[in-house]
T-cell receptor
Framework: KQEVTQIPAALSVPEGENLVLNCSFTDSAIYNLQWFRQDPGKGLTSLLLIQSSQREQTSGRLNASLDKSSGRSTLYIAASQPGDSATYLCAVNIDYGQNFVFGPGTRLSVLP | NAGVTQTPKFQVLKTGQSMTLQCAQDMNHEYMSWYRQDPGMGLRLIHYSVGAGITDQGEVPNGYNVSRSTTEDFPLRLLSAAPSQTSVYFC?????????FGEGSRLTVL
């Protein structure tokens, strides 16, 4: 059974720091991996989608990498801002559009 | 530019009552799903559908019913609400393995 973990569970950094969030999965047979952001009381907003054949994806200050063989993905946030404060979740797609397994999330606080 | 729309956003029920959470998407996605999100439990799949007329159970289907008569709509029915169903419910649709979520429906069962 696929299991997804995220480390750390919570992170607090001063504004301007570069930071890395980690996502690990137990079964490398995935179709893609997606990173989401969730603000308190809100839905999940898609940040980046990495297909299994890709190594990384970039969007603005965000860069996500994928190492399928080792079961790891990282989300790199450059020059963090207070507006980046949110919970970040990763999810792996294990059955091309039908089955997604989510990690528990990392709660990020960026202090002004 | 609506995406995935859920209604209602908030609902309070008494134990034993029934209700339907509505979900609609305007992106012509074949795949739709319902999740519940609870503290410490993460997101758990309740039911999903790969197209009109086709539904299947997820990880936690008991106490919930779904149907998919059109591509756009995927309602979730609570048959007889229980306090254990107090949660935040999210509807999602998917295309090419990318998930898009609604804003969520917060349900409290007293």
């Amino acid at each position: 059974k696929q299991e997804v973990t995220q480390i750390p569970a919570a992170l607090s950094v001063p504004e301007g720091e570069n930071l890395v969030l980690n996502c690990s999965f137990t079964d490398s047979a995935i179709y893609n991996l997606q990173w989401f952001r969730q603000d308190p009381g809100k839905g999940l907003t898609s940040l980046l989608l990495i297909q299994s054949s890709q190594r990384e994806q970039t969007s603005g200050r965000l860069n996500a990498s994928l190492d399928k063989s080792s079961g790891r993905s990282t989300l790199y946030i450059a020059a963090s801002q207070p507006g980046d404060s949110a919970t970040y979740l990763c999810a792996v797609n294990i059955d091309y559009g039908q089955n997604f397994v989510f990690g528990p999330g990392t709660r990020l606080s960026v202090l002004p | 530019n609506a995406g995935v729309t859920q209604t209602p956003k908030f609902q309070v029920l008494k134990t034993g009552q029934s209700m339907t959470l509505q979900c609609a998407q305007d992106m012509n996605h074949e795949y739709m799903s319902w999740y519940r999100q609870d503290p410490g439990m993460g997101l758990r799949l309740i039911h999903y559908s790969v197209g009109a007329g086709i539904t299947d159970q997820g990880e936690v289907p008991n106490g919930y019913n779904v149907s998919r008569s059109t591509t756009e709509d995927f309602p979730l029915r609570l048959l007889s609400a229980a306090p254990s169903q107090t949660s935040v419910y999210f509807c999602a649709s998917s295309r090419l393995g990318e998930l898009f979520f609604g804003e969520g429906s917060r349900l409290t069962v007293l």
